[in-house]
């Protein structure tokens, strides 16, 4: 499984996580700084990658919401503001979080979105509820 660490996040989420074994790329390093999210979600679904992102509005800007849902796109958001007072802390709430979530990864459909709450709480975008709801 290939992540991609969108540009809003931190480019060194992605070494970290390479440094953990996973197959991690920065959005800078493969789509540049500006790229709109219209353009690089429709390649990312194309190859099966799975995006790390903190922008939780992508499932509220039509144009964004169509391309992640029609070419399959599986996100993962976290909290806009990652816990922790360090950068060393934030970047090991990160890591904790994905060791939780990769569990839940291993089953996700194509077009899932799942949140990370603040204390690791893995949840799922549910457009029949319009809310999110635990992952299991």
Known sequence: MTVLVDQCLSH???VALVACDWDARAMSSEYGQDCPDTVWLPQVGK????VLTGD???????EERR???????????????????????????VLQALAKVERVLERA????????????????WSSDAAAWVKAR
């Open 12 to 14: 060194k989420i992605a």
């Open 47 to 50: 190859r099966g990658w799975v």
């Open 56 to 62: 939780k509005m992508i499932r509220k800007r039509p």
């Open 67 to 93: 391309a992640f849902e029609q070419h399959g796109v599986i996100g993962v958001f976290v909290p806009n503001a990652i816990p922790g007072q360090t950068p060393l802390a934030r970047m090991a709430w």
């Open 109 to 124: 459909k194509r077009g899932t979105m799942l949140l990370i709450g603040s204390r690791h709480s893995v949840s799922q």
